[in-house]
């Protein structure tokens, strides 16, 4: 059973060989492992850190955004050159774990994570953690596991406090049985309102990717919801059991998965930007929509997206075809300056 791995793996990995609690059984497991990573900032990045350092074979890393300047202060993979060339997180993060751990095979996607195609995302994987930092997604995730089974993390960060649960589908609660419905916008605060503590997202991060680690090698996660508040030092776990009426996982509905979206500009919570995504999936020709809009002003365009300023707001199109506004809070004003300058 504990047949010894490769040489070079023996040494990178000796001190989880040494623990009891993994093993060259548990590694192997890990090594085996592959696991989506959705959403790519400060929770994020530090998990895809740590699960590509652990050894877990395969990651998926799916984001939206790029790297800003106000990442810096707590997303610990990315840098000034990153902010400088507007890198997208998911690649910039690619990049850098490939040379963290050549072994592990890192896909990353730059896109949405959402109803439409969170089940593709997740076809092969053992394992999703949750780095997102919106409740519309967590509650799209927690119906596309429970209804394919297969666990999930789930963590959240604001102000000073930070929150984990594991939802191991069929075996415990799931999100909903703790929150029946997401939060109405502007309900709850957000980093961007709140601001966060550079260090819980970090903290959370390592308890989430503890929690996968030990799903992953087979041991049983923590159970019920684990509760920090950094500032005052308070820690807390507090055991609930599953919701006999929960929708979805009793009842096995999955409206969040279901739900078409009745709109395609939506304002990214908490930001002067709006989000247009494409009525349908499609790569844009950066290049080609580059030299079209040379009379508007200068163009960036770093082979993922392309920003440009107009009408008092900045655009970004990246290449599945969504485009964010920033200097805006109004969709209508977004979707007209789209129209204008994109055909869209
Ligand atoms: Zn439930």
Partial sequence: MNERLPEPMQERYSRHLRLAELGSEGQRKLLAARVLVVGCGALGAM???????????????????????????????????????????????RRKLARVNSDVSIEALVTDADARNIET????????????????????VNDACVKHRVPWVYGGVVGTRGLLMSVLPGSGPCLRC?????????????????????????????????????ILAGA???RGIISIDFWQSEFQRIEFAADPHCPT????????????????????????????????????????????????????????????????????????????????????????????????
Avoid: H, W
């Fill in 47 to 93: 998990l895809a850190s740590l699960l590509a350092r652990s050894g877990v074979g395969a990651l998926r890393i799916v984001d939206r955004d790029f790297v800003e300047s106000s990442n810096l202060q707590r997303q610990a993979l990315f840098d000034e050159d990153d902010v400088a060339q507007r890198l997208p997180k998911a690649e910039a993060a």
């Fill in 121 to 140: 995302l997740m076809r092969d994987v053992d394992l999703v953690l949750d780095g997102t930092d919106n409740a519309e997604t967590r509650y799209v």
């Fill in 178 to 214: 703790l929150y029946p419905q997401p939060p109405a916008p502007g309900e709850l605060p957000t980093c961007d309102t709140l601001g966060v503590l550079s260090t819980a997202p970090a903290t959370i991060a390592a308890l989430q990717a503890t929690e996968a680690l030990k």
């Fill in 220 to 222: 049983a996660p923590a």
């Fill in 249 to 344: 996982c009793v009842r096995r509905e999955y409206p969040f998965l279901d739900a078409r979206r009745t709109s395609t500009a939506f304002r990214l919570c908490g930001r002067d930007a709006i989000q247009i995504s494409p009525m349908r999936a499609g790569s844009v020709d950066l290049d080609r929509l580059a030299r079209a809009l040379t009379g508007v002003g200068p163009v960036l365009n770093n082979g993922f997206l392309l920003e440009f300023a107009i009408e008092g707001c900045q655009l970004f199109v990246f290449r599945d075809g969504r485009v964010l506004v920033k200097g805006t809070s109004a969709p209508a004003v977004a979707n007209g300056i789209v129209s204008r300058y994109l055909g869209g």
